[in-house]
């Protein structure tokens, strides 16, 4: 029988070797590529920071992705959209999407470190669109719910959530306020046993198809940080309206703008205390940017691995392109910092399993994740050439989806901010003089 090691090694190399290159006519014309059927990269960490449990975790989403979902990935990607019920139910169905949540509400009840292991292998999707979508639903949206809800809010959106029934997003982002969360405009005023709300989301993940979106409002006036809440809205709700936003990359992950005029829902979605919401939204974010920062950890493995594979067999001046120095260096510095990012990552979900306040390091992971991934799908592209300028290369896609990282759930500039603050550095700092 062969070794765990050696079974996930076969499972990868069949995910691959069943997606073999394809090019429209127009580039074979030009190219005679032999797209790679292994991987020729991995890291030397991951395997010995998981327990047994967790890899055993990885070879089943290993299977999902390799059966359910990479078959599929260039077909939702060309139509822009993704059938998450179909994907969400079997994902739920396999228990993957209430790792961290508690047994009474239908989850597993194990540690975040379970969940880092199951997006980390959520990275061997073959586009990010797909990864980020299962991310949000596994770890962004029901965080505060399962944390501060009432057992009948999490009975009603917890645990169809968990069992893939629902489709969940996380409304914060508006098209006033971005970054400026404590800025932002849409209101919930509370009628007898009610909330009216009204206002407008912006680059809802998830919202197109979404049931229910854990939404930040406004529930009074006065001081920013203390005024809002988290609510749960069902997206069926009268006087929601949706429109697509087309993006340049991440194209089969839904991405809206929410309309809400005169949205009825009880006060009582209000998950735990009213005004608290920030608060509530602050510790989710911390998660968020954990998980953003595990789930590309394979994804540029991969594109390390794909780049090593195009470059040894493409030859110019009667050599590999690899064997240039110059490019082998690259590759193998870029493998560097991704292990180091790696080990950052790792330590912070192991302080933040034991209960310590990771904000300093997850923004700091979150934001050498960022920059990483650009400088890694930058160089990488530019060693495919041509090639890496096409659509139908594996390292342009990575290309447009990555960028994003820098952006979502918080930009490298707001991360700068938070680990400045921390530093006693910044003008905003609580205690610089
Ligand atoms: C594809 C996609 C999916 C998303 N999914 C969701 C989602 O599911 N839910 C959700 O709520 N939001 C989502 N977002 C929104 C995302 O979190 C915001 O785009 C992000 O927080 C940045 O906000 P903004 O776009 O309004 O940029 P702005 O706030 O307008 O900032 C623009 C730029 O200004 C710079 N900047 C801002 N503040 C500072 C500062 N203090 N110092 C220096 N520079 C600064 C940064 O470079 C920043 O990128 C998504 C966005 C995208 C593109």
Redesign the pocket.
Known sequence: MASRKAQQRLLRICHWSKAPYQCGPATRRYFSVNYPSLQSYSSSLSDSYYNEEQLQMQATVAKIIENDINPFVDEWEAKEEFPAHQVFKKLGDAGLLGIDKSPDYGGLGLSYKYMAAVMEELGTVKCNGLS?AIL?QMA?TSQALQRFGSDELKKEFLVPSISGDYVA?????????????GNIQTKAVRKGDDLIINGQ???????LQADWMCL?ANTSDGNKYKNKSLICVPMNSKGITKQK?H?I??HC?D?GIIFFEDVKVPAKNIIGDVGAGFFYQMLQFQEERLAACAGMLKQVDLILSDTIDYTRQRKAFGKSILDNQYVYFRLAELASENECLRALTYKTIDMFVDGQDVTRLASMAKLKAGRLVREVTDTCLQFWGGMGYTREASVSRYFRDLR?L?????????M??IIAKLMNISPASPTKK
């Open positions: 980020m949000v962004m997003c996380i409304g914060v982002s508006e098209p006033g306020a971005g970054s400026d969360v989301k912006m680059w809802i993940t998830n919202s930040l936003i993006k990359g991440n992950s991405t994003l820098s952006i979502g759930g918080g930009a490298d500039e707001i700068l901010e």
